[in-house]
């Protein structure tokens, strides 16, 4: 069965920098655009970034522009997500989904920015 399995979230201080990583399987991970939504305590689902198939088109949330990059290796069925310059606002559980004609969703990683 298709399973998205989110890594790198922890607590990091206002200013540092996070990795996070989406490990796909169970389909075929070329023919999906890849996405990082985000929920924070209270707030509903947003979406951080999604990336194309190929890779070679990406969008961002107004509000992460030029901190955030989102990139993939469809060699190693893998999505990142760089953070950087990281704020409080940015405190939440990150998912990665995948589409292609539906959704798959993973169970997310939490990212805590805190001093």
């Known amino acids: 069965q298709v399973q998205l399995v989110e890594s790198g979230g922890g607590l990091v201080q206002p200013g540092g920098s996070l990795r996070l990583s989406c490990a796909a399987s169970g389909l075929t991970f070329s023919r999906y655009s890849m996405s990082w939504y985000r929920q924070a305590p209270g707030k509903e689902r947003e979406l951080v970034a999604v990336?194309?198939?190929?890779?070679?088109?990406?969008n961002y949330k107004d509000s992460v522009k030029g901190r955030f990059t989102i990139s993939r290796d469809n060699a190693k069925n893998t999505v990142i997500l760089q953070m950087n310059s990281l704020k409080p606002d940015d405190t939440g559980v990150y998912y990665c989904?995948?589409?292609?004609?539906?959704?798959?969703w993973g169970k997310g990683t939490l990212v805590t920015v805190s001093s």
């Open positions: 989904k995948a589409t292609f004609g539906r959704d798959y």
């Open positions: 990336i194309s198939t190929t890779g070679d088109s990406t």
